[in-house]
């Protein structure tokens, strides 16, 4: 194992490209959370609109996104991960800026404020798959657990640090204030972009179609077991945490606990600050061999810790998910510098992609399932349930050879 060391995470900041990297997608980061408060503000007040309404909005900024990433990974291996981050952050400044000038105007219909949404939606789609391949082009193997740790740290960083001034500009200023700031934070990521040196560009012999690159991303990952094998264990761990977590916890706070919003805002914060510890953990500490096996062996430990969730008291259901949180956090940042390490750069756009639809692409189907599986047999069977699947992935991953010896 290596040695606990805060310099392993910060390492990668030494990099004056990784940190401009860094330093612009967090403050992007920070906007989002004003987006996110805006947007809802935006129906529910200024157009007085219905749950129905607000409920389209949000699928709006989350639908399209889903099978863009698959584009955008083709896109990032024929173009480079820098500047298809930087397009992608320069349309979201575009959207984000209609969004404020709609607001400003009071002329905003619902199937307006959806196509906006929707390309935002699709910028950020393409843009996923860059994010998660560009650490490899700018940092050696040994730094990218503390990369993608620094990585996976900025959504945390702008939901914890971002969502208070959020709230208060909205309330005070007005949504448009909001969306312009949104639109502000995406214009310094295209500036620190612009700073970085440009990325090296695979060769290409020839010029092949997108449904050749496609066709050829899905033989590469076909031919690796041990990718296939992480894939599977990504999306099982998916559909057991995404869904019991966004429908149960409500339902466990308020039918089992009877804590109301305050006792469901202390299980939120309880898993949010086991992701963000598990993110520095894993920065700071991680194996050097078989961590392909140690990553079976993180989410075999969680199984029992989301299964208890639902059967504790509320200090001890805190206690499962902020451990549920810590390892969670601890598998991503494996996760992605597995895939990092052990893919070709040239493949690494598209097999991203094949990573974003594992982790989101099955959000819909956890949701509906959970929701159920709960009205049908109850809370505590969804955890079970949760707990179970993650389990039986998790053992089924140390059955595959390869990926056990994967280092």
């Known amino acids: ?80 991960p820098r500047t298809v981050m930087l397009w992608s952050d320069a349309t979201r400044v575009a959207t984000s800026g209609a969004l404020g000038l709609l607001a400003v105007t009071g002329y905003a219909p619902l199937w307006l404020l959806c196509m906006l949404l929707s390309a935002h939606s699709v910028a950020t789609g393409i843009f996923d798959p860059a994010a998660g391949s560009i650490p490899p082009h700018l940092v050696p193997r040994e730094q990218l657990d503390g990369a993608n740790s620094l990585m996976a740290l900025i959504s945390q960083l702008g939901t914890l640090i971002g969502a208070l001034p959020a709230g208060l500009v909205v309330a005070t200023l007005g949504t448009a204030a909001a969306f312009v700031i949104n639109a502000l934070s995406f214009a310094v990521a295209v500036l620190a972009a612009l700073l970085m040196a440009p990325l090296a560009r695979a060769l290409r012999e020839t010029k092949k179609s997108l449904l050749h690159d496609a066709r050829d991303g899905v033989r590469y990952v076909m031919s690796f077991p041990w990718l296939i094998a992480l894939l599977l264990i990504d999306t099982c761990a998916a559909l057991a945490a995404i869904g019991p977590t966004s429908v149960g916890l409500p339902l466990i706070a308020r039918d089992v606990l009877h804590v109301g919003a305050e006792g469901y805002s202390l299980l939120l914060w309880s898993f949010g600050l086991g992701s963000v510890l598990g993110f520095i953990l894993s920065g700071v500490y991680s194996p050097t061999r078989a961590r392909g096996r140690f990553f079976c062996l993180i989410q075999i430990l969680e199984a029992p810790l989301l299964a208890g969730v639902a059967f504790t008291p509320l200090p001890l259901m805190m206690f499962c998910l902020a451990g549920v949180g810590l390892l969670n956090g601890m598998l991503l940042v494996l996760f992605l510098s597995l895939i990092q390490a052990n893919v070709a750069k040239e493949m690494l756009g598209r097999v991203m992609s094949f990573v974003m639809l594992a982790s989101v692409g099955f959000v819909p189907l956890s949701l509906y399932g959970s929701g159920a599986i709960a009205g049908t047999w109850g809370t505590r069977i969804l955890f079970l349930v949760a707990g179970a699947l993650t389990l039986v992935s998790a053992t089924a991953g140390l059955f595959v050879r390869c990926l056990r010896r994967l280092d």
């Open 1 to 80: 194992m290596k040695r606990l060391s805060l310099t392993r995470m910060i390492g990668p900041l030494s990099d004056r490209d990784f940190r401009l990297l860094w330093i612009g997608q967090t403050i992007s980061a920070l906007g989002n959370s004003f987006q996110v408060i805006a947007v809802t503000w935006l129906v529910l007040q200024q157009l007085k609109g219905s749950p129905l309404d607000l409920a389209l909005a949000m699928l709006a900024l989350s639908i399209p996104r889903i099978p863009l990433t698959l584009a955008g990974g083709i896109i990032t291996d024929r173009l480079d």
